[in-house]
């Protein structure tokens, strides 16, 4: 058994398995508690912040991200997640890896700082779940991944945009372009992605499958979770979340909120039903906190994040 510690398990926490009791209130704020360290052996999976926001469109403030869904965090700590009814850490050992350190007054570095960052994490064959920042940070993660797994791998995408807008440039920093460079660059097989929440046009979705904002309320979670796993099947796949995929009724704290969204319940069901799909990599990204409200898209962030993790853990027992 785990020795029982009373706060700053973060830091004092002697295991990476199991849970210390923690006021929600005080504290050192590791995503859920779980271990502050950069040691990797014996790691399921790694939380890391990646807080860039030089990407953006619109509105910047997403590289405080990170560190607002840490702090959403506390209350999941707290308790065994709903609906899962377990603690996902008596099996899966987690660890905070901290944040993906690069230099921002020198962008031609981001891009090559955050794929060594995930290589260093991925050579130790723990997963990732890495918190954004603007979501330009998933390519970077996706060329990783695919070093690691193969290309191409296979992509499931929340968000209210599908980012495959033109770009042949070698050197963008672009929240809007990654998935058209990840398509032609192989990364991904547009065949077997699939974008989720699209309420944005775009003339060429690159032959990705779209269920956009409206077919999921019309068709229901069931149908969306049935579609998108006929469509990745067992095949390698990334999952990136863009908190905008949530109506901003359900999350006013992002960069480039477009009404008519998916409600939490909504997307959280959908996540909850991904458990036969091969997850090797995920991310939360677009939180900016100085948006929100009474920290409602933090703490959706959170519960995503928390429910990927509850995935993991479901993975990991089931191959016992």
């Avoid at 506390?74 to 660890?95: H, S």
């Avoid at 007054?105 to 981001?110: A, E, Q, T």
């Avoid at 060594?116 to 998933?138: C, P, Q, V, W």
């Avoid at 807008?165 to 991904?188: C, Q, R």
Wanted: hydrophobic share 40%.
């Amino acid at each position: 058994m785990t020795e029982l510690l009373y706060g700053d398990g973060a830091i004092r926490r002697p295991s990476l398995y199991g849970s210390s009791i923690e006021n929600t209130y005080a504290g050192v704020l590791s995503f859920m508690r779980r271990k502050y360290t950069r040691e990797l052996d014996g790691v399921d999976v790694v939380v890391s912040g990646v807080p860039l926001d030089l990407a953006t469109t619109f509105r910047s403030g997403a590289r405080l991200g990170p560190s607002a869904v840490r702090a959403a965090s506390v209350q999941l700590a707290e308790l065994d997640p709903y609906p899962w009814g377990f603690n996902p850490f008596d099996d899966l050992a987690v660890t905070d890896y901290g944040d993906c350190w690069f230099d921002a007054h020198n962008p031609l570095s981001i891009k090559p700082a955050i794929i060594e960052h995930a290589r260093t994490i991925l050579r130790s064959n723990a997963k990732m779940l890495t918190f954004g920042g603007d979501h330009y940070i998933t390519y970077p993660l996706l060329v990783a991944h695919a070093e690691k797994y193969g290309r191409p791998l296979s992509l499931i995408h929340f968000d209210a945009h599908c980012d495959t807008w033109a770009d042949d440039s070698p050197d963008s920093l672009n929240h809007g372009t990654m998935f058209y460079k990840a398509v032609k660059e192989g990364l991904i097989d547009p065949k077997t992605s699939v974008q989720v929440g699209i309420r944005t046009w775009n003339e060429d979705f690159l032959g990705i499958n779209i269920l956009d904002a409206a077919w999921v309320p019309e068709h229901g979670t069931r149908a969306a979770l049935e579609r998108i796993t006929s469509i990745v099947g067992s095949a390698p796949t990334y999952l990136t979340f863009d908190i905008d995929c949530l109506d901003p009724a359900f999350a006013p704290g992002t960069g480039t909120p477009v009404p008519g969204g998916l409600s939490s319940a909504q997307a959280l069901a959908i996540v909850r039903g991904l458990g036969a799909v091969n997850l090797i990599g995920a991310d939360v990204v677009e939180v900016s906190p100085a948006y929100d409200q009474s920290e409602v898209t933090a703490l959706a962030a959170a519960h995503i994040a928390c429910d990927l993790l509850c995935l993991w853990r479901q993975k990991k027992v089931g191959a016992r």
